[in-house]
């Protein structure tokens, strides 16, 4: 499932609008995720969810920030379910 067709956070929607503030949301997710991990170093997955409040994201936000964490550089995954800051 692509990141752009994800409801922004909090409601749905389709528009260009709509695209460009999930944009914004998944950019500030990854930068909670990437700077927790620069200032603890490596850690899990449940441990990251737990410390930033992941559960309340909405479905499937916490995931997919990862997963674009990972494919945009931000973040680097070192085991299973283990990710570190990539810098």
């Known amino acids: 499932m692509s990141r752009s067709s994800l409801a922004p956070f909090p409601g749905p929607g389709g528009s260009v609008a709509d695209e460009e503030e999930n944009e914004w949301w998944l950019r500030r997710e990854i930068a909670l995720i990437r700077n927790l991990l620069r200032d603890r170093g490596e850690m899990d997955k449940g441990e990251i969810g737990d410390t ?35 810098d």
């Open 52 to 86: 930033l409040g992941c559960k309340y994201w909405g479905p499937m936000r916490f995931r997919g920030a990862l997963k674009e964490g990972v494919a945009r550089g931000a973040l680097r995954k070192t085991g299973r379910n283990r990710y570190a800051a990539a």
